[in-house]
């Protein structure tokens, strides 16, 4: 599945559990954020990882130290951008999309 469907997919997914879109694909000079959605009182930024095959790693598993560092260097420019957003809670998600199965880490990561 192609990056672009696997973030549609995710995206639905997630409006379908009571998430609100606030951005996609938000591009700053640190990287791009997939997703960045309203949870309640939190802003949840979710990383969308698809792999057609497994032959080198895990869909999960290619979020690793160094792609979440740029997460979280990201998202603190995000939140510089868009200061409405500063003083909300922040949950780092992961949407995994393998084959025909789509899953959901909720607080996969600290961005600590």
Known sequence: MRGVDAETRAQRFLE???LR??????RC?????D???????????IEVRSRAR???GSALESVDARKRSRLVHATQ???VAHPEH??????FDVVTVEGTELQ???AAFDGG
Do not use: C
């Open 16 to 18: 379908g559990r009571g």
């Open 21 to 26: 879109l606030i951005a996609r694909n938000w």
């Open 54 to 56: 497994s032959d080198y």
């Open 86 to 91: 500063a003083q909300r809670e922040v949950r």
């Open 104 to 106: 959901w880490l909720k």
């Open 77 to 79: 420019l995000f939140l």
């Open 29 to 33: 000079k640190g990287g791009e954020l």
């Open 35 to 45: 997703l960045l959605m309203d949870d309640g009182s939190t802003l949840a930024v």
